[in-house]
């Protein structure tokens, strides 16, 4: 039985929505709290039990790989200062996965990402995180990938995380045609990438967690450039589930679309709650703020 190992995670986007910042910072550098965004999206792939982390970058992407890798000069100087938390921390950092880096060489969408990672996946299932999107598992739960990664280990297909959004966010997201197994699980009929209102099969989109089976690879190969010019990767999905069996489930995790600027502030104000040095002093204020805004 083919359990999962490996995960991709496409980090090759420009952030336009976060500029001027990501002139010089990659998107997935941005610090929620203390960390970086992608530290807690490979922190999630970590629990989820994945060993091997193929991260899918594009040009200016390097600080991403530096963050997980040694910092001699750092760590010495940490150490002889006694900073013993903190020099724990980095070391637990870079000891966390075997992060991989791939180059994306054209801009040609995510499923021309996913593609990238054909060759170090092989035969294996495997895992997509989408690198901007923060998922806070609740406590004594599993996080939303680990969640799907249980669900393959029974069903052996790829099984993808869904969630239901207002009619008027449809068009923001792959958006999944479901028939109901039992309550939050379901068999995938058809996926589609973006639709209107009036083509929508249903509310159901995909935030970005996907288990897949290496046989979507054959769809990927296949596949042409369709909106935006990009190489979708629902399009191979929907093709995938034309052919086999293909599960999409809700999760209980708390999702933060950290690519947008809202988003991202909530996930700050989340993650500064859960955070023990923090949480007493910030929900102090917060609560004086709130004052402050209905007064
Ligand atoms: C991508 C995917 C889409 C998915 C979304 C989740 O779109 O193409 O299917 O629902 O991520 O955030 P993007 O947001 O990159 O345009």
Redesign the pocket.
């Known amino acids: 039985m083919a359990t999962v190992r490996k995960a991709i995670i496409p980090a090759a986007?420009l952030g336009t929505r976060f500029l001027p910042a990501t002139k010089t910072v990659p998107k997935e550098m941005l610090t929620i709290v203390d960390a970086p965004i992608i530290f807690y999206v490979v922190e999630e792939a970590v629990q989820a039990g994945i060993e091997d982390i193929f991260l899918i970058q594009g040009r200016g992407k390097t600080a991403i790989e530096d963050f997980f890798d040694a910092s001699y000069e750092l760590e010495d100087r940490l150490e002889k200062d006694g900073k013993t938390y903190l020099l724990d921390r980095l070391l637990k950092i870079r000891s966390m996965a075997n992060i991989i880096s791939i180059r994306q060489k054209q801009p040609l969408?995510?499923?021309h990402a996913v593609l990238c990672g054909e060759r170090v996946i092989g035969n294996e299932p495997f895992a997509v995180l989408?690198g901007?999107?923060i998922m806070l598992a609740q406590s004594g739960k599993p996080n939303a990938t680990q969640h799907l990664v249980n669900l393959h280990k029974a069903n052996q297909s790829t099984t993808v995380a869904v969630m239901n959004v207002p009619e008027r966010d449809v068009s923001?997201?792959?958006?999944a045609d479901l028939s109901a197994i039992s309550e939050g699980y379901f068999k995938v009929k058809s996926?589609i990438?973006?639709p209107s209102i009036a083509q929508a099969p249903s509310r159901w989109?995909?935030?970005?967690r996907y288990v897949f089976s290496h046989d979507i690879f054959t769809f990927l190969k296949e596949a042409k450039q369709s909106l935006?010019g990009?190489i979708?990767?629902?399009d191979s999905m929907n093709e995938l589930a034309k052919q086999k069996d293909v599960f999409a489930s809700t999760f209980s995790a708390e999702r933060f679309?950290a690519?947008d600027k809202l988003g991202y502030l909530k996930a700050n104000v989340e993650l500064a709650l859960r955070n023990s040095e923090l949480k007493d002093d910030f929900s102090k204020y917060l609560l004086e703020l709130a004052q402050r805004i209905k007064g």
């Open positions: 986007g969408g995510l499923g989408l901007d999107e923001k997201y792959g958006i996926f990438e973006k989109a995909m935030p970005g935006a990009e979708q990767l629902t679309d690519g």
